[in-house]
Nanobody, 121 residues
């Protein structure tokens, strides 16, 4: 199976920075897109940033100019540098990969366990 392991996260004050990292391993045949989603308490899980295997990047409007996503295709890792953090950035951040498990016939979504980011005002 494909596994995603996240690291980073924690408690910071507004204006500070954090870096999240995620490594994919296991029965990976290919990964097309990797990214990060955020889920605040009582809200749905929303896309924060994503990057494809050819480098196409998308950001949520709320994080443009503050967050930077990067990826190492050879290592199947993705990172999210978060600067100028705001209290509204608080939530559980989930690593996501869209690709193919070689044991399965079609592409699918894979998720990490989530890491908490809390930004105090």
């Amino acid at each position: 199976q494909v596994q995603l392991v996240e690291s980073g996260g924690g408690l910071v004050q507004a204006g500070e920075s954090l870096r999240l990292s995620c490594a994919a391993s296991g029965s990976i045949f290919s990964i097309n897109r990797m990214g990060w989603y955020r889920q605040a308490p009582g809200k749905q899980r929303d896309l924060v940033a994503s990057i494809t295997d050819v480098g196409r990047i998308d950001y949520a409007d709320s994080v443009k100019g503050r967050f930077t996503i990067s990826r190492d295709n050879a290592k199947n890792t993705v990172s999210l540098q978060m600067n100028s953090l705001k209290p509204e950035d608080t939530g559980v951040y989930y690593c996501n990969a869209y690709g193919r498990d070689w044991r399965l016939p079609t592409n699918g979504n894979f998720w990490g366990q989530g890491t908490q980011v809390t930004v105090s005002s």
